[in-house]
């Protein structure tokens, strides 16, 4: 017997939306806690937009674990560690990235050039 209660939840969703943290798109669901990336452990929540098929994901990096590959959401005293994004569609047809945005960029005066990790470009070092 596992320590931890896992749970398989979301199928649809978490095979389509990928860590905005470390870019992993390897989720666990730790029942009544909810689902941490498998990576860094970013939490993110989904929920319903209304009037839309769909979801909206919310990551919050408060949880976050310091990795390599991961660069946490910028903090504000307003909103924390937290960044969200929209996706449209459904599970049968497919999911569609509509919007994403870090809550930081909503606060006057606060440059943020966070970015997801999938926007991120990646340097690879070459061998001389």
Same mark, same amino acid.
């Given at each position: 017997? *596992?320590?931890?209660? &896992?749970?398989? /939840? %979301?199928?649809?969703?978490? $095979?389509? #939306?990928?860590? *905005?943290?470390?870019?992993? =798109?390897?989720?666990? !669901?730790?029942?009544?806690?909810? #689902?941490?990336?498998?990576?860094?452990? &970013?939490?993110?929540?989904? /929920?319903?937009?209304?009037? $839309?098929?769909?979801?909206?994901?919310?990551? =919050?990096?408060? %949880? &976050?674990?310091?990795?390599?590959?991961?660069?946490?959401?910028?903090?504000?005293?307003?909103?924390?560690?937290?960044?969200?994004?929209?996706?449209?569609?459904?599970?049968?047809?497919?999911? $569609? /990235?509509?919007?994403?945005?870090?809550?930081? =960029? !909503?606060? $006057?005066? !606060?440059?943020?050039?966070?970015?997801?990790?999938? =926007?991120?470009?990646?340097?690879?070092?070459? *061998?001389?």
């Amino acid at each position: 017997m *596992a320590i931890v209660d &896992t749970e398989e /939840r %979301y199928a649809g969703a978490f $095979d389509t #939306v990928k860590c *905005a943290v470390c870019g992993s =798109d390897e989720w666990t !669901h730790l029942v009544y806690q909810g #689902v941490f990336c498998a990576t860094c452990n &970013t939490r993110c929540t989904l /929920r319903e937009p209304s009037g $839309d098929q769909g979801f909206i994901a919310e990551f =919050d990096s408060q %949880y &976050t674990w310091s990795v390599e590959e991961a660069e946490p959401i910028p903090e504000t005293d307003e909103y924390g560690a937290l960044a969200s994004g929209k996706w449209l569609g459904s599970k049968s047809r497919g999911y $569609d /990235r509509y919007w994403f945005l870090a809550y930081a =960029d !909503h606060v $006057d005066g !606060h440059e943020n050039e966070w970015e997801p990790a999938w =926007d991120r470009e990646t340097v690879t070092a070459e *061998a001389d």
